[in-house]
């Protein structure tokens, strides 16, 4: 079974400012998908961005970038120049390449001051 | 453009009674998916289905049933309702095989329907 852990239950960041949210996880599996969804208090669950296990470069959405270490199992979200809208719960989460089902970190709090 | 479409948005139940949750999944998606996501939790996979058909099973309570119509839509239907199963439940839907080929993109998610068993 495929675990997704994410270690800090709150982050905080200065608006502008850059933070980095962790995510480990562990699979047997070669061929995966990892994404980032953020949950605004309003609940809706956000894609953020998304990284294929094949491919080695990270991806990135504008001001959303990744860090994609395979062999370490870790995924970690950039967020560059900081803004208030981005307060919200970030969920790190796993789906086996033919799988059906996401499987959910427990959530990371970002708090963004200005 | 179209998004996933949960309704109803809102829905209080007392104990014991019955509730239908439903889910239209953005146009041309094969694949709808439930969880559950309780207060202060990540998100818990239910069930899912492909072009009708069950395809895969998580954490879903032997009280509750789904199922995926010939439009694509969904239901999950909760019966015996207990107060542990108050709770945001979120319906998603994704592409699997398009044209063939098996695209299996990500989920897309509607903005829940808010339950509340008092």
């Known amino acids: 079974a495929q675990t997704v852990t994410q270690s800090q239950p709150e982050m905080s960041v200065q608006e502008a400012e850059t933070v980095t949210l962790s995510c480990t996880y562990d699979?047997?599996?070669?061929?995966?998908?990892l994404f980032w969804y953020k949950q605004p208090p309003s609940r809706q669950m956000i894609l953020v961005i998304r990284q294929e296990a094949y491919k080695q470069q990270n991806a990135t959405e504008n001001r959303f970038s990744v860090n994609f270490q395979k062999a370490a199992k870790s995924f970690s979200l950039k967020i560059s120049d900081s803004q208030l809208g981005d307060a919200a719960m970030y969920f790190c989460?796993?789906?086996?390449?033919?799988?059906?089902?996401?499987?959910f970190g427990a959530g990371t709090i970002l708090r963004v001051k200005s | 453009a179209a998004g996933v479409i949960q309704s109803p948005r809102h829905l209080i139940k007392e104990k014991r009674e019955t509730a239908t949750l439903k889910c239209y999944p953005i146009?041309?998606?094969?694949?709808v998916y439930w969880y559950q996501q309780g207060p202060g939790q990540d998100p818990q996979f239910l069930i899912s289905f492909y072009e009708k058909m069950q395809s895969d099973k998580g954490s879903i309570p032997d009280r509750f049933s789904a199922q995926q119509f010939s439009d694509y839509h969904s239901e999950l239907n909760m019966s015996s309702l207990e107060l542990g199963d108050s709770a945001l439940y979120f319906c998603?839907?994704?592409?699997?095989?398009?044209?063939?080929?098996?695209?299996?993109?990500?989920?897309?998610f509607g903005q829940g329907t808010r339950l509340t068993v008092v």
């Open positions: 998603a839907s994704s592409f699997k095989i398009s044209a063939g080929l098996v695209m299996n993109t990500e989920a897309f």
């Open positions: 989460a796993f789906k086996r390449e033919y799988g059906n089902k996401l499987v």
């Open positions: 146009p041309r998606h094969d694949t």
């Open positions: 699979t047997s599996e070669s061929d995966y998908y």
